[in-house]
């Protein structure tokens, strides 16, 4: 039995789930830390986005990746 095609799809496809889990941790410490300390949101809120778009660019880096590769 011979495997034919392109794995790019599916690799690409596990970025986007390794993003989508990231980002859902992300939040869920930045939602967790401004419930125990309400007044730290100012600084926690810039460091939730920075994360944020940390994680996304490494999803879009999959998606580079998947059709340069």
Known sequence: MEITG???AIGYGLAAIGGGVGVGLVFAAYINGVARQPE?????QPLA????????????????FAFVL
């Open 6 to 8: 392109n794995l790019n």
């Open 40 to 44: 730290a949101q100012r600084v926690l």
């Open 49 to 64: 986005f920075l994360g944020l778009a940390f994680t996304e660019a490494l999803a879009i880096l999959g998606l580079v």
